[in-house]
Each structure stands twice: as structure tokens, then as C-alpha cells.
């Protein structure tokens, strides 16, 4: 038995088709976020449909995301937070806190002893603990943002990035660029200081371990590394974490 799952994000629309019967997944695929929604997730549908080899409809479409209200053709419109609870639960059913850093927001939920969200915390006001942060720098870099990891591992001296705001930061950014510190220096800075920004967001709510880091930013090992370093705490990343939501959605589509 087939569903789909779609997570519409600021950044990059994901689908995710899985088996409810075997509980895989069997398929998942992103791209960015078109500015036609709908163009957009059926393209990734008609690739799904393809790479299955699927010639008939399926009728259980869970959507999520940012964008989920503007895609009218699901069988159910859930929560970012629902889905993103239930895709890190799918891998990891003993966790306690989930991080989600995206493109455009970052999201801390704590779950209970049943795995029900307990609270959660967003920040969708500021761009600092965010995707947004890290794009802004590949772009005064040169560089794409799947490129800055292994650039801030090779950084050698620990540098502050005093700017809270990234409007102030790319400034400071590229006062640094001109005294020729070293990228990799740079990286590593916004790297820590997003990761501080995640630890101030989360002090405002009361979580435990085991923590999951999920959302596109967690492809990014060396910031997985500096926020395990500042939160003091081991995370697990899912083995996919751009697609955990658009997975949430699909096991919870009804
Ligand atoms: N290959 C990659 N390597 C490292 N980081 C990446 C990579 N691809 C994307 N990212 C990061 O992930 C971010 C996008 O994450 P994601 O797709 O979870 O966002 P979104 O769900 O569209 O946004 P939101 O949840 O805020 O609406 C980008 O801003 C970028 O920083
Ligand atoms: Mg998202």
C-alpha cells in the first residue's frame, strides 16, 4: 500500500513515497521550491511515478511545509511538526529532542515518554540560526553550500563572528574576506555561531537526549560536529535529513 508524502519548504520541496505495508521507502527525490507549487510537486510526482514504474493514482498525499496550503491536492494537510516527529521516529524511536534547521526557519520540539510532542520552539523571525545564514556565506565564498563542510574542517584558528544579524555578518564577512582570513576560518565562525544561536533558542524550553538533528542544514557534517560541541550532547542525523518531514507526512497520510 503506497502513500505519498510532500514537504513544501521555503527552500526545496521534497516527496517521499513509502510503503505502508512494508514500512519502506521506497522512493524520495527534492528540488528547490518552484515559484509554481503545484508545477513544482508534480514534477517530483511524475519522477517518483517513473522511477516505480506506478501507471495509477495514488489517492493517500500527505502534504507539509511551509507552502502546504497551496497544493490542493492532498488527502491531508499536516503540521511541520507532526511530520517531522514522526519521519525522525521512523529512524530513531527512542529520541527525546529534534532539531530541524531549514532554509528560512529552525524548530526545536520535545517529545514524551510515548513519543507525543511534549512543546516545541520555532524561530522563523531571524535568519541567524538558519540555511539562510549558510547560503548567504557560499555565495560571499564562491562556493555552493554543499562545499562549506569540508572547507571549515581544514580551518586552524578560532575566529568570532560578532554580528547576531546576517544582514551585519555578511558585512563583517566580507571585511574579513578583504584581511585575507582564510575561508575555512570563516566558515568555521558562522558555523559556531549558528550553532549558539540553536543553543539560545533551545534554552528557552527544558530537553533531553537522545537529540536527533534534522532538515537540510544537517547534511552539513562540520555543523553537526561545532552544534554537538556547543549543546555539550551527541546528535543523531537521519541517513537522509532533507527528507525526514516529507517521510512524517507520508506515514501519517491518511
Ligand atoms: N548538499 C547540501 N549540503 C549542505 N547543506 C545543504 C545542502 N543542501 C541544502 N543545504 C542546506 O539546507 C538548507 C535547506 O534545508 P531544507 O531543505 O530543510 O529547508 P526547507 O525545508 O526548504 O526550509 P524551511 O523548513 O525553513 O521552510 C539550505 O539553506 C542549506 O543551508
Ligand atoms: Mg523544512
Same mark, same amino acid.
Given at each position: 500500500?503506497? !502513500?505519498?508524502? +510532500? #514537504? &513544501? $519548504?521555503?527552500?526545496?520541496? @521534497? /516527496?517521499?513515497?513509502? =510503503?505502508?505495508?512494508? %514500512?519502506?521507502?521506497?522512493?524520495?527525490?527534492?528540488?528547490?521550491?518552484?515559484?509554481?507549487?503545484?508545477?513544482?510537486?508534480?514534477?517530483?510526482?511524475?519522477?517518483?511515478?517513473?522511477?516505480?514504474?506506478?501507471?495509477?493514482?495514488?489517492?493517500?498525499?500527505?502534504?507539509?511545509?511551509?507552502?502546504?496550503?497551496?497544493?490542493?491536492?492532498?488527502?491531508?494537510?499536516?503540521?511541520?511538526?507532526?511530520?517531522?516527529?514522526?519521519?525522525?521516529?521512523?529512524?530513531?524511536?527512542?529520541? !527525546?529532542?529534534? +532539531? #530541524? &534547521? $531549514?532554509?528560512?526557519?529552525? @524548530? /526545536?520540539?520535545?517529545? =514524551?515518554?510515548?513519543? %507525543?510532542?511534549?512543546?516545541?520552539?520555532?524561530?522563523?523571525?531571524?535568519?541567524?540560526?538558519?540555511?539562510?545564514?549558510?547560503?548567504?556565506?557560499?555565495?560571499?565564498?564562491?562556493?555552493?553550500?554543499?562545499?562549506?563542510?569540508?572547507?571549515?574542517?581544514?580551518?586552524?584558528?578560532?575566529?568570532?563572528?560578532?554580528?547576531?544579524?546576517?544582514?551585519?555578518?555578511?558585512?563583517?564577512?566580507?571585511?574579513?574576506?578583504?584581511?585575507?582570513?582564510?575561508?575555512?576560518?570563516?566558515?568555521?565562525?558562522?558555523?559556531?555561531? &549558528?550553532?549558539?544561536?540553536?543553543?539560545?533558542?533551545?534554552?528557552?524550553?527544558?530537553?533531553?537526549?537522545?537529540?536527533?538533528?534534522?532538515?537540510?542544514?544537517?547534511?552539513?557534517?562540520?555543523?553537526?560536529?561545532?552544534?554537538?560541541?556547543?549543546?555539550?550532547?551527541?546528535?543523531?542525523?537521519?541517513?537522509?535529513?532533507?527528507?525526514?518531514?516529507?517521510?512524517?507526512?507520508?506515514?501519517?497520510?491518511?
Amino acid at each position: 500500500m503506497l !502513500k505519498i508524502g +510532500i #514537504d &513544501i $519548504g521555503s527552500r526545496n520541496t @521534497k /516527496i517521499v513515497i513509502y =510503503n505502508a505495508q512494508s %514500512k519502506r521507502l521506497e522512493f524520495s527525490a527534492f528540488h528547490t521550491t518552484e515559484l509554481s507549487i503545484t508545477e513544482g510537486v508534480n514534477n517530483l510526482l511524475k519522477e517518483g511515478f517513473a522511477a516505480l514504474n506506478i501507471n495509477r493514482k495514488i489517492n493517500t498525499l500527505g502534504v507539509t511545509g511551509y507552502g502546504r496550503k497551496l497544493y490542493r491536492d492532498a488527502s491531508s494537510v499536516l503540521s511541520e511538526i507532526s511530520c517531522h516527529t514522526a519521519g525522525c521516529l521512523y529512524y530513531f524511536p527512542e529520541i !527525546k529532542t529534534i +532539531i #530541524d &534547521i $531549514g532554509g528560512q526557519d529552525s @524548530k /526545536i520540539i520535545t517529545l =514524551n515518554e510515548n513519543g %507525543k510532542v511534549a512543546d516545541f520552539v520555532m524561530n522563523d523571525k531571524c535568519a541567524a540560526g538558519t540555511g539562510r545564514f549558510l547560503e548567504m556565506t557560499a555565495l560571499r565564498l564562491g562556493c555552493n553550500v554543499s562545499e562549506l563542510s569540508l572547507l571549515a574542517e581544514k580551518s586552524t584558528q578560532d575566529l568570532t563572528l560578532n554580528s547576531t544579524c546576517v544582514v551585519f555578518a555578511e558585512s563583517e564577512i566580507i571585511g574579513m574576506l578583504s584581511s585575507s582570513i582564510p575561508p575555512e576560518d570563516i566558515v568555521r565562525s558562522v558555523h559556531r555561531s &549558528i550553532a549558539k544561536r540553536i543553543l539560545a533558542q533551545m534554552s528557552v524550553i527544558v530537553w533531553e537526549q537522545p537529540l536527533v538533528f534534522t532538515g537540510g542544514v544537517a547534511l552539513n557534517k562540520d555543523m553537526v560536529k561545532c552544534l554537538s560541541e556547543t549543546l555539550n550532547s551527541q546528535l543523531l542525523t537521519p541517513p537522509d535529513p532533507e527528507i525526514t518531514a516529507a517521510l512524517g507526512a507520508a506515514i501519517l497520510a491518511k
